[in-house]
Nanobody
Framework: VQLQACGGGSVQAGGSLRLSCAIS????????MAWFRQAAWPEREFVAS????????DYADSVKGRFAISRDNAKNAMYLQMNSLKPEDTAVYYC?????????????????WGQGTLVTVSS
């Protein structure tokens, strides 16, 4: 199983970025996927999740209304569209997959992780 995140970069506050997560080696047809971020070790913060089968989404309050999670079943990929970025959004962003059908905001509940992509937002 391999998750590969990309799309990070440096932007000014108010700008946008789109992260992508390519998924291989596992069919996530019934399982939730999520984005987490880590600004300071060891805490990994929940950002958003999506259930693969019905597309149901969940967002952290800090990103609600600014970020949008989506998936493309045909491409086996997940995305995070980030708009109105703020300096406090600066972090390494990880995509993760869970091997159970119930969504979760807890990083320990996710089995599969990508390598992370850095997002830097300057003021």
């Amino acid at each position: 199983v391999q998750l590969q995140a990309c799309g990070g970069g440096s932007v000014q506050a108010g700008g946008s970025l789109r992260l992508s997560c390519a998924i291989s080696g596992l069919a996530f047809s019934h399982y939730p996927m999520a984005w987490f971020r880590q600004a300071a070790w060891p805490e990994r913060e929940f950002v958003a999740s999506i259930k693969w089968n019905d597309g149901r989404t969940d967002y952290a309050d800090s990103v609600k209304g600014r970020f949008a999670i989506s998936r493309d079943n045909a491409k086996n990929a997940m995305y995070l569209q980030m708009n109105s970025l703020k300096p406090e959004d600066t972090a390494v962003y990880y995509c993760a997959g869970r091997s159970m059908s119930i969504s979760s905001r807890t990083p320990e509940d996710y089995t599969f992780w990508g390598q992370g992509t850095l997002v830097t937002v300057s003021s």
